[in-house]
């Protein structure tokens, strides 16, 4: 399946241009996800998407805003994504801490 994250963004505030509607979507998303992982699921954030065609294919309300998509369902393959790309991962190209961690101050 294909979970759909949606808004509506007048009823959720806003602070200094931040909607918060995506902010909220994007947190209720990101535990959905843990708690999939846990269960064993797979799911994969998506957040490029050509909202007003899905919009039509599923009739959501023009005042609705959809924020992102996940498929959600059992993966194929045993091992997981991460033990994968584990050696990918550590090919010096990433920064050091020191240059993206401040502490106390920038």
Not at 6 to 29: F, N, Q, R, T, W
Not at 62 to 82: D, H
Request: glycine share 8%; proline share 5%; with cysteine.
């Amino acid at each position: 399946m294909i979970l759909v994250a949606c808004a509506d963004p007048k009823d959720s505030g806003s602070h200094e241009d931040m909607d918060y509607y995506l902010v909220d979507v994007g947190i209720s998303l990101q535990q959905l996800i843990f708690a999939a992982t846990d269960l064993g699921l797979g799911t994969c954030w998506i957040g490029a998407f050509k909202e007003d065609i899905i919009k039509a294919a599923i009739a959501v309300p023009e005042n609705v805003k959809i924020v992102a998509l996940t498929p959600l369902g059992y993966p194929a393959e045993k091992e997981s994504l991460n033990a994968k790309l584990r050696g990918l991962t550590e090919t010096g190209k990433r920064k050091p801490l020191e240059e993206i961690v401040h502490k106390d101050k920038w």
